[in-house]
């Protein structure tokens, strides 16, 4: 027999060998909960805060820490030396080779340190950045986003460690600062960093647990364009008996804006949805299929409609592939206590539009700079804030398969989602490391992420450990 030959059939046993031994099908898997919530606390005590630029790169160096003691190769990396004075924040990168089956699949790992600020502080029932454990619940900023989610990655990764010094597949991590603000750097990272990065696979920062305890894997993330819109009047705030006479900026931001949606939604900017792709006939198959409890979601909320009044499918679909254009905020001219007669200087609308792939950002901001134009608003000052583009990873991907048996083996049953309503940097993950984005997780669907008495419960904290320990073993199994 050829010695080649011998070597290679010595090699495949091998891998299959180990990955069979490795398998947690042979242990309980046990997950150290204990473990678990005491370094979860260890991260919510430290109020990273990026709106604020606060204390991230000492939570950064504190997950590098973890990290090592976990026997995960950790650094801190930055996009170059002068930017530690830009105070950009770093990322956090972590790396375990498999040493049984080092040629096999990679499976990347994307989360974010980074919280949103804890306000309105006095709406919190325990201090937000104590990790106060309460029955199934561990309150906190970050308990859940995204804190929660990295710890059990990393608990995973650490399972495989204890047991067995090693790792059936190939683990990297990249844990970014900037993913609350709109992550503006991680296509400078991905791009300086990306042969370091290479992955098969990139597992997304977060998943939704629903009411039945389904995780909802994710294929896809709206984009997002944030918009600012300023009118000015004059040089100072005067008395309105000259409203006669002197434009209201404020009169002005609402007359822009009445031209930008209809009543149903319809946004009225021309060719705003020019490149949108129709779903596929599997696609809206699986937006038939999913779950969405209307009521207990109104309940929720405090509503008793929804917009347009949809129902059924289009509430899905509105979700998955609609694309909004919503105020977040409007200021102008006196809104305290009691009366002031004033004719305000200036008024100024922040606007957020959510955007579907094939739109891309750049683009509409044109198309919004044009539409009021031509809609003689050429006083109106547009700043853009921010831009990304949607990014969504194919149904019919061979991993698709693979996430889903892991959460099916674990949580009995999962859903599968085209898209999630939310905006984060997958475009940049699809586009630069050229890898699907698939994202799972454990965040209980009501689990007010981004509100007072942010919470993570320690059931799906464990659960979802044991599924990303399914997806290291099922990737190492697989034949893609
Ligand atoms: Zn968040």
Same mark, same amino acid.
């Given at each position: ?17 180990? @990955? ?85 699949? @990679?499976?990347?790992f ?35 986003d ?20 090693d ?15 709109g ?51 004059a ?23 009445s ?28 937006v ?94 547009? @700043? ?8 969504? @990873? ?41 890898a ?27 659960k ?17």
């Amino acid at each position: 027999m050829d010695i080649n030959i011998l070597k290679n059939l010595v090699f495949i046993l091998k891998k299959y060998l180990s @990955t069979y031994l490795m398998s947690s099908e042979n242990l309980t898997m046990d997950i150290d909960t204990p473990g678990l919530i005491k370094d979860l606390q260890k991260l919510i005590k430290i109020p990273s805060v990026s709106a604020r630029k606060q204390n991230l790169e000492e939570c950064a160096k504190e997950i590098v820490q973890m990290m090592k003691e976990i026997g995960i190769n950790s650094e801190l990396i930055y996009l170059d030396n002068d930017d530690k004075k830009k105070s950009i924040p770093p990322l956090v990168y972590g790396e375990v080779k498999s040493k049984s089956n080092p040629n096999g699949k @990679t499976v990347l790992f994307y989360n974010h340190y980074d919280v949103q600020p804890e306000e309105p502080i006095d709406l919190w029932k325990y201090d937000p950045f104590e990790g106060k454990v309460d029955g199934n619940l561990i309150y906190g900023r970050g308990a859940s986003d995204d804190k929660g989610e990295l710890i059990t990655r990393l608990k995973a990764v650490e399972y495989f460690i204890k047991n067995y010094g090693d790792v059936p597949s190939n683990i990297k991590f990249v844990v970014e600062g900037e993913e609350e603000i709109g992550s503006n750097n991680i296509s400078k990272y991905l791009e300086a960093y990306n042969s370091k990065f290479n992955t098969d696979l990139v597992i997304w920062e977060f998943g939704y647990v629903d009411q039945e305890q389904k995780p909802i894997i994710s294929l896809g993330m709206k984009g997002l364009l944030y918009v600012e819109l300023t009118a000015q009047g004059a040089s100072r705030d005067v008395h309105s008996s000259l409203a006669v006479l002197i434009e209201n900026p404020a009169w002005r931001i609402v007359q822009a804006l009445s031209t930008l949606m209809d009543r149903r939604g319809r946004i009225l900017i021309k060719d705003w949805y020019k490149e949108i792709k129709e779903l596929s006939d599997e696609e809206n198959a699986v937006v038939e299929s999913e779950p969405f409890d209307e009521k207990s979601f109104k309940k929720e909320y405090g509503i008793n409609r929804f917009i347009n009044d949809l129902k059924g499918k289009s509430v899905k679909k509105a979700l998955i592939c609609e694309p909004t254009c919503n105020i977040s905020g409007l200021n102008s001219g006196y809104s305290g206590q009691g009366a002031k007669t004033i004719t305000p200087s200036k008024a100024m609308v922040k606007i957020d539009f959510r955007l579907v792939p094939n739109m891309d950002p750049l683009v509409q901001f044109k198309r919004l700079e044009n539409h009021l134009k031509d809609n003689g608003f050429e006083d109106i000052k547009v @700043t853009k804030i921010h831009g990304e583009a949607a990014g969504r @990873t194919e149904l019919s991907n061979q991993y698709v398969k693979v996430i889903q048996k892991s959460a099916n083996e674990v949580f009995g049953d999962s859903i599968i989602s085209i898209s999630s309503a939310g905006t984060g940097p997958m475009y940049d993950f699809i586009e630069i490391l050229k890898a699907p984005c698939i994202s799972i997780g454990g965040t209980y669907v009501f689990s007010k992420i981004h509100s007072p008495n942010e919470f993570a419960r320690i059931d799906l904290l464990e659960k979802t450990t044991k599924c990303m320990i399914r997806i290291i073993e099922n990737l190492a199994k697989s034949v893609l």
